[in-house]
């Protein structure tokens, strides 16, 4: 099984070849759908080239690249992180709605940033290095 | 801390929260003893992974984003309270003088009072414009650091850690202004170490760049 890590999961698959996958664990992993015009999510769709689709799998990892996101291996290249693209990470700032955040608290508590919409909120970081 | 429960149990009739972010890759277990010594009422949670880093482009510890009723940032990421008068300390002695003490809780004191004065008046809120403005950029090479970020942490958190160290420090190379990332590579069997000699030596080398660049109030 091949470890994957996106900016807020990971994942386990069955992957060869570097990060080739079925479509179906592709879809799972990175949110977007393998259809006949390229990979989708809503209305958007990114054609995919010839080399990175072979029947009902494609390369995870040429698919990343070409969204402008960063692909990088563990040496044993058994974990592998996905990173969000630069350019998602600035539009979604420039739009100036502050990106929701899920994060647990001492007790594991999940608390969601979106869950004080209606108040003002200073969020502040601290750490104890 | 102890400051932002004052300002919480202020302000928070009048709508307000606080969240607080410990960014901690070594784990929960680092920030807990002060979380619990903190007994605060405000949200305080644990990054073990810096998403918060990764989602607002952040660079060091404290930083602060203001966000609104809409949930709209009215204030980008920037230094929450925090000045360079720590550099000109005695090292042997770890002291500053008072003249620089009290220049240092003043300008702590006019942070958390431009937090009063949004919450109460909305002032320092900034037009789109301006808050678009004042983003820090996300560049291809710190959003590879970011993925490099991750894997390394991972790695550490799960016995690789000779490995996790590098990717690291390449995390940090890559990103030479993220203070944060810099310590984690430095740091963590030896907390001293990331406020060691290293630091001190990389601190003075940003000359008249600050460590903790001053709000624009």
């Not at chain 1, 006949?36 to 390369?59: F, N, Q, T, Y």
């Not at chain 2, 102890?2 to 709508?15: I, M």
């Not at chain 2, 390449?170 to 740091?187: I, N």
């Amino acid at each position: 099984m091949t470890r994957i890590l996106t900016p807020t999961d990971e994942y386990e698959v069955k992957a060869h070849d570097g990060l080739w996958m079925a479509a179906a664990d592709a879809e799972r992993v990175t949110g977007w759908t393998l259809k006949p015009e390229g990979m989708c999510r809503d209305e958007l769709c990114v054609p995919m080239p010839a080399s990175a689709v072979k029947g009902s799998e494609i390369d995870v990892a040429a698919f990343w690249t070409k969204l402008g996101g960063p692909v990088i291996a563990s040496e044993a290249r058994d974990v592998w992180a996905l990173g969000a693209p630069a350019e998602e990470r600035n539009t979604a700032l420039e739009g100036l709605q502050a990106p929701d955040f899920t994060l647990p608290d001492i007790d594991g508590t999940p608390r969601s940033l979106s869950q004080l919409r209606g108040r003002k909120v200073f969020v502040a970081t601290w750490a104890s290095w | 801390m102890p400051v932002w429960q004052t300002l919480y149990d202020e302000l928070k009739d009048k709508g307000f929260m606080v969240v607080a972010v410990a960014e901690e890759s070594r784990g929960a277990d680092h920030a807990r003893p002060w979380i619990e010594q903190a007994k605060s009422s405000y949200w305080q949670l644990v990054d073990t992974e810096h998403r918060l880093e990764d989602l607002y482009n952040l660079v060091n510890v404290p930083q602060a984003i203001w966000i609104d009723e809409q949930g709209r940032i009215v204030r980008p990421p920037e230094t929450a309270g925090s000045t360079d008068h720590f550099r000109r300390m005695d090292l042997k002695t770890r002291t500053m003088t008072p003249e620089d003490q009290a220049e240092r809780l003043a300008a702590r004191q006019a942070y958390l009072d431009a937090v009063r004065a949004w919450v109460n008046t909305g002032k320092h809120a900034l037009p789109a414009d301006a808050a678009r403005a004042a983003l820090p950029k996300v560049t291809l090479e710190i959003a590879e650091a970011r993925a490099r970020f991750r894997l390394g942490v991972w790695l550490r958190t799960n016995g690789r850690t000779a490995e996790g160290d590098r990717q690291l420090a390449a995390a940090s190379r890559l990103h030479p202004e993220s203070w944060s990332m810099w310590r984690q590579a430095a740091d963590l069997d030896e907390v001293g170490k990331a406020s060691g000699p290293d630091f001190w030596k990389r601190v003075q080398a940003l000359g008249d760049r600050a460590y903790y660049p001053p709000p624009k109030l």
